[in-house]
């Protein structure tokens, strides 16, 4: 592509590019070609102008390569491009805003006073429409004081006021929109359903795919604890689906041939083998921001208290006119008071403040649902850890494999592999990776497989039963046994290690050694969580006694319970909360899903399982636990927040009330005010809470 140098400095540069009239869509390529590449720090296209600033580290040529290789027509460009980018939202705005003024321009200098009134009573009809509606119902909304200000400005013949009381009302409310709207897209550009790869059954054979290379047509296999990447219809098998970020149902679906399953819900138990129906888009953007429009009805307690209380001072709104004019007999002072209400900006500017942190949090790799769940956050005195993949890396590694029976180290990790695969957590993760790196193929050669959770896998190999995981599963649920010759061997075991037990025919053939090394922040994070208000720090594992202490006394917990089962954590969860402690808890395995949901606020690691995504209120990174300290400040400067604009509101709306009664201000003054302050708050709680 052709550009033509503006202006540059070090590290920045200013083009303009010689292509003819720009495109929303084709600023949007350019600005994400742009962004991608590894020495541009940051990258904006201008559409309007055609021009492209860019910032940059390293060499200037590296910046003039890029361009001078681009094409809009690249497909490998294009498909960098999110499904909505937030150009075409603003570009709207600017076109509705631009419009409205000059329309209001017009009509006050050129549009002759007998048709500007005409114009302003079919304008009033609306609002005269809604407060008849409200009234109907039984209800005193701020509709009613609105159509009651422009309805006494009409019949006093003062068509200005009544003009501007409407004009600053609709500018109002498409301030008011696309604040809203630009905070919903902002959030739903920075989440995605964050599957990469996807299990396809080819030639009778179960493959391992990247998910952008599937095509419409191809069989997808779904397990428990596994995320549907996309939308189709079942097969074979059958699975009860949690479909709770899609339609709200509480419970799980339960699916068999011929039903239809959604991109992003959630396998609960079970298995499925579905056609996929298409690929394309599937819908994400728009699931996305349904989730979080639902995610706006979870509101806090501190957001319900001051939206109904808003709701509540409307009647007293319409009374203080009503007494005004009776006192004073002007008109004029009255209309002052119904320009001015509480409601707007508490239900504008409170629940910007809560999808502005949510937004934020995203930013820092946190994902939240909903108001609740960050006040649940900021209010918590208790915080549970499971151990493997949260306090621990979600990476753990095989440090040693011990093998029984006769059997190969390399045939025990390939049998080990081959079985684990199929369920992503952070313990089965680290057999494959082992496997992979030491270049043992494992091909598909076992039937069904069977994950029982918390304690393992089962399947059959060559007619003999295999089943791999925990000692309580492998020993005591499934009756195993050691080679007798070889107890001695097993028994000394090293302790440092998480250990998993592979056993075949009812024999033990492998021990797989699990080194769960601690992550580097755990420990300092645990101590700040505790400097930020945490009075309760506890840790939860199903590992054994000797390993859980052992990280326990590295981390700096306060309790420690272990060789616990899904429902122990739950029920500890439960036992808390009984006594009235607000409880959070942070885990990243199906196993983890009980206490998840029984918490105030269920913290999901995202390299963990699907379901513990689904049902967890919050989902942080894998990439380090300070996502648990900004979540925190977050979520108290959230609160702050919203008890601030709670202040401001009333007092300042309640001044203008005063100031209108008094004659001190006019009612297109006062509505000026009122809506200018709604607005500047809404905008100001869009500012970032962290420094």
């Not at 069904?448 to 089943?467: L, N, P, Q």
């Not at 949901?597 to 999901?604: F, H, Q, V």
Request: with cysteine; net charge negative.
């Amino acid at each position: 592509m052709k550009c033509e140098i503006l202006h540059e400095s070090r590290g920045r540069i200013r083009v303009h590019c010689v292509c003819g009239r720009m495109t929303l869509h084709q600023a949007d390529i350019l600005e994400f070609f742009l962004r991608a590449k590894p020495f541009v720090t940051n990258a904006k296209v201008y559409d309007r102008t055609g021009d492209a600033v860019i910032w940059y580290d390293g060499e200037r040529r590296n910046v003039i390569k890029a361009l001078a290789g681009f094409s809009f027509a690249d497909e490998s460009a294009e498909a960098l491009v999110p499904e909505h980018t937030g150009r075409e939202l603003d570009r709207s705005f600017e076109n509705k805003l631009i419009a409205m003024l000059m329309w209001r321009a017009a009509k006050r200098t050129i549009v002759p006073a007998p048709i500007r009134f005409v114009l302003t009573v079919i304008n009033a009809l609306k609002h005269i429409k809604e407060a008849l509606t409200a009234l109907s119902h039984g209800r005193i909304e701020v509709s009613v004081l609105d159509a009651t200000a422009i309805t006494v400005s009409l019949l006093r013949n003062d068509c200005g006021t009544a003009s501007s009381v409407m004009f600053m009302l609709g500018l109002g409310e498409l301030l008011e929109e696309w604040t809203r709207k630009k905070s919903v897209d902002e959030l739903a550009g920075v989440m995605s359903l964050g599957i990469d790869k996807v299990w396809v059954i080819k030639d009778g054979t179960e493959v391992l795919v990247p998910t952008n290379a599937i095509n419409a047509g191809d069989e997808v296999i779904v397990r428990s604890g596994s995320m549907i990447p996309l939308d189709g219809v079942v097969l074979s098998g059958e699975a009860e689906v949690n479909q709770a970020s899609l339609t709200g149902e509480s419970l799980p679906v339960h699916k068999t041939v011929g039903s239809y399953v959604y991109a992003g819900t959630v396998v609960e138990d079970g298995s499925c083998v579905f056609r996929v129906d298409k690929t394309s888009g599937c819908g994400k953007y728009d699931r996305i921001v349904k989730m979080i429009e639902e995610s706006e009805k979870m509101k806090s307690q501190a957001e319900s208290k001051a939206v109904h209380l808003a709701d509540k001072l409307v009647p007293y709104s319409l009374a203080a006119t009503l007494l005004t004019y009776l006192l004073t007999g002007d008109s004029v002072k009255a209309i002052s008071i119904l320009m001015v209400d509480y409601s707007c900006a508490l239900k504008l500017a409170i629940p910007i403040s809560v999808i502005s942190a949510m937004r934020e949090s995203s930013v820092h790799g946190i994902t939240v649902k909903g108001g609740k769940f960050l006040e649940a956050v900021s209010e918590a005195d208790t915080i549970v850890f499971d151990k493997t993949g949260t306090l621990t890396h979600s990476t753990p590694r095989v440090a040693e494999i011990f093998t029984f029976g006769g059997s190969s180290e390399e045939e025990a990790l390939r049998l080990a592999a081959c079985l684990e695969e199929h369920y992503p957590h952070s313990i089965a993760n680290a057999v494959v990776e082992e496997a992979k790196r030491r270049g043992i193929d494992h091909e598909e050669k076992h039937s069904t497989v069977e994950y029982v959770v918390a304690h393992g896998i089962s399947s059959s190999i060559d007619g003999k039963k295999a089943v791999i995981g925990s000692y309580h599963f492998v020993f005591e649920d499934e009756g195993c046994t050691i080679p007798a010759d070889e107890q001695e061997k097993f028994d000394s075991l090293p302790h440092q290690y998480s250990h998993l037990f592979l056993a075949v025919g009812g024999a033990l053939a492998a021990v797989l050694c699990i080194e769960d090394p601690l992550r580097d922040e755990a420990a300092e994070v645990v101590s700040s969580l505790r400097e930020l208000g945490f009075e309760k720090i506890v840790m939860m594992t199903g590992d054994s006694k000797r390993v859980a202490r052992c990280v326990a006394e590295k981390v700096g917990v306060d309790e420690l319970h272990y060789e616990v089962l899904p429902e122990d954590k739950a029920e500890f969860i439960r036992q808390q909360k009984a006594e009235g402690r607000k409880v959070i808890m942070v885990g990243d395995g199906m196993n983890d899903s009980p206490a998840l949901s029984e918490a105030d606020a269920g913290i999901a690691i995202s390299s963990g399982a699907a379901i513990a995504r689904e049902i967890a209120d919050i989902t942080i990174s894998a990439d380090d636990l300070y996502c648990l300290l900004t979540l925190r400040k977050i979520s108290r400067a959230l609160m702050t927040r919203i008890d601030r604009n709670y202040r401001f509101i009333m007092t300042f709306n309640t001044a203008l009330m005063v100031l209108g009664a008094f004659g001190i201000i006019t009612p297109t003054t006062s509505a000026l005010l009122h809506n200018g302050s709604t607005i500047s708050t809404a905008l100001s709680d869009m500012r970032a809470y962290l420094p």
